[in-house]
C-alpha cells in the first residue's frame, strides 16, 4: 500500500541534543513537507519541497534543518537551537500544484 | 495573502444531530479548499476538497461542503452526528498560484454527546 511513515512515534530529547525525525513517501510525490503541531494552533509549515535537492523555508524553519537527497525522503532535524522543541510533527507529501496532501502518522517529540 | 478562519475552537452536538463547522478563507486568486480530520494522535485525513467544478462537495462518513464564494465560506456539514466522529476539524487553503504552500486553520474540536 501507498503511503507515508514517520519514525519513531515517539522521541524523547535531552537539552542541547539534535534529532532527527524520519519521513518516507511511496506515493512518487514530488512535494514534501513538514508541520509543527501545538494545541490550539493548528499546523505551521517548517520546511517544504518541491523537487529532490531543493526546500524552501516555512513560517517557523528556526531552529530545525532539512534534506532531500531522495525523492522518497525529507528527514527532519531539530536542533539544540531550537528553544521549545516539544510539539507533534507531521510530515506530508502532494502531487503540485495545490492538491491533496497525504499525512503521515506524526512523531511525538518531548524534551526531557 | 491568504488565510483561513474557523469558527468556534470546541463544538458539542447530541448523536444524531446536524453538525457544522464553519469555515471562511480570504484568497486573492481562486482556492482550493479542503477540510480534513484528526483523530488522537494521528496524522490528518482528508474529508473532502473543493478544487473547481460543482460547489457543493460530498466527502467521506457522510460529510459535504459548499463553496460560497460570495460568503467566502467552506462549511462542513453531516446530517446525523455519530460517536465515531468526535475528533478535531481542520479546514485549510491553497492556490495553484505561486509556491505550494497551505493554509491551514486552527482545527474544530467536535464532541458527540450521547
Known amino acids: 500500500d501507498g503511503g507515508i511513515t514517520q519514525s519513531p512515534k515517539y522521541l524523547f530529547r535531552k537539552e542541547g541534543q539534535n534529532v532527527t525525525l524520519s519521513c518516507e513517501q511511496n506515493?512518487?510525490?514530488?512535494?514534501m513537507y513538514w508541520y509543527r503541531q501545538d494545541p490550539g494552533q493548528g499546523l505551521r509549515l517548517i520546511y517544504y519541497s518541491q523537487i529532490v535537492n531543493d526546500f524552501q523555508k516555512g513560517d517557523i524553519a528556526e531552529g530545525y534543518s532539512v534534506s532531500r537527497e531522495k525523492k522518497e525522503s525529507f528527514p527532519l532535524t531539530v536542533t539544540s537551537a531550537q528553544k521549545n522543541p516539544t510539539a507533534f510533527y507531521l510530515c506530508?507529501?502532494?502531487?503540485?500544484?495545490?492538491?491533496?496532501?497525504?499525512f503521515g502518522p506524526g512523531t511525538r517529540l518531548t524534551v526531557l | 495573502a491568504q488565510s483561513v478562519t474557523q469558527l468556534g475552537s470546541h463544538v458539542s452536538v447530541s448523536e444524531g444531530a446536524l453538525v457544522l463547522l464553519r469555515c471562511n478563507y480570504s484568497s486573492s486568486v481562486p482556492p482550493y479548499l479542503f477540510w480534513y480530520v484528526q483523530y488522537p494522535n494521528q496524522g490528518l485525513q482528508l474529508l473532502l476538497k473543493?478544487?473547481?467544478?460543482?460547489?457543493l462537495v460530498k466527502g467521506i462518513n457522510g460529510f459535504e461542503a459548499e463553496f460560497k464564494k460570495s460568503e467566502t465560506s467552506f462549511h462542513l456539514t453531516k446530517p446525523s452526528a455519530h460517536m465515531s466522529d468526535a475528533a478535531e476539524y481542520f479546514c485549510a487553503v491553497s492556490t495553484i498560484a505561486g509556491t505550494y504552500k497551505y493554509i491551514f486553520g486552527t482545527g474544530t474540536r467536535l464532541k458527540v454527546l450521547a
Open positions: 506530508a507529501s502532494s502531487i503540485p500544484p495545490a492538491d491533496t496532501q497525504y
Open positions: 506515493l512518487n510525490h514530488d512535494a
Open positions: 473543493y478544487t473547481t467544478g460543482a460547489t
